[in-house]
């Protein structure tokens, strides 16, 4: 059974930084592409950050850009995003997702086949 596990959310004051992790189990992800996703209160879940299999191609929201990195190590089938200059906007439960058959990264949700359960992400003003 496949499962991505996310951890590191919590509560953090604006200006903050954290770094959530997701670990992967039940087959490995080295070859493949994975991606962060968050959804607010009331909103639609919506792309934050991708990665390609080999970490040289990375993609971002603009609203996270030059704050947020999305990086990964295959070795562990750990995949991270730390997450910089925190503001209220970006309170949201944040989703690890991993792609089945592909290694190319990619923005939109249905391109994406495992999700995590989340991790709250809640940052005070």
């Known amino acids: 059974q496949v499962q991505l596990v996310e951890s590191g959310g919590g509560l953090v004051q604006a200006g903050g930084s954290l770094r959530l992790s997701c670990a992967a189990s039940?087959?490995?992800?080295?070859?493949?592409?994975m991606g962060w996703f968050r959804q607010a209160a009331g909103k639609e879940r919506e792309f934050v950050a991708t990665?390609?299999?080999?970490?040289?191609?990375?993609y971002y929201a603009d609203s996270v850009k030059g704050r947020f990195t999305i990086s990964r190590d295959n070795a562990k089938n750990m995949v991270y995003l730390q997450m910089n200059s925190l503001k209220p906007e970006d309170t949201a439960i944040y989703y690890c997702?991993?792609?089945?058959?592909?290694?190319?990264?990619?923005?939109?949700?249905?391109?994406?086949?495992?999700w995590g359960q989340g991790s709250q992400v809640t940052v005070s003003s």
């Open positions: 039940g087959r490995t992800f080295s070859n493949n592409a």
């Open positions: 997702a991993g792609r089945a058959y592909y290694s190319n990264a990619a923005r939109s949700l249905p391109e994406y086949d495992y």
């Open positions: 990665i390609n299999w080999s970490s040289s191609i990375t």
